[in-house]
């Protein structure tokens, strides 16, 4: 099992940077493949981004393609989300989430989360 604490949510202008950090504690972190997920009131948690074992691979929802890059830092045990050119239909909490199989996108393929962080974009 891997705890996973995320930070660095908070309100932004739309068309502006947040920066998503996840600090993660546990010896096999690098056993892990990391995700971040959102869910905006009233709709399903989605997946936005995944990176594998050692950053190599990285898998991005369309919505966000080309305005987030996901990166992780091995020896740091942390997961970053840069997210720019934010837009209101941004607005979410957004979860850290550890699996363990490449190539899972359902939140039901993460077996650890963090307790969310929220990000809010104003138009």
């Known amino acids: 099992q891997v705890q996973l604490v995320e930070s660095g949510g908070g309100l932004v202008q739309a068309g502006g940077p947040l920066r998503l950090s996840c600090a993660a504690s546990?010896?096999?972190?690098?056993?892990?493949?990391m995700g971040w997920f959102r869910q905006a009131p009233g709709k399903e948690r989605e997946i936005v981004a995944a990176?594998?074992?050692?950053?190599?691979?990285?898998y991005y929802a369309d919505s966000v393609k080309g305005r987030f890059t996901i990166s992780r830092d091995n020896a740091k045990k942390m997961v970053y989300l840069q997210m720019n050119s934010l837009k209101p239909e941004d607005t979410s909490v957004y979860y850290c989430a550890a699996g363990l199989a490449w190539g899972a996108r359902s939140n039901r393929d993460f077996g650890s989360w963090g307790q969310g962080t929220l990000v809010t974009v104003s138009s």
């Open positions: 990176v594998n074992w050692d950053g190599t691979s990285t």
């Open positions: 546990g010896r096999t972190f690098s056993s892990y493949v």
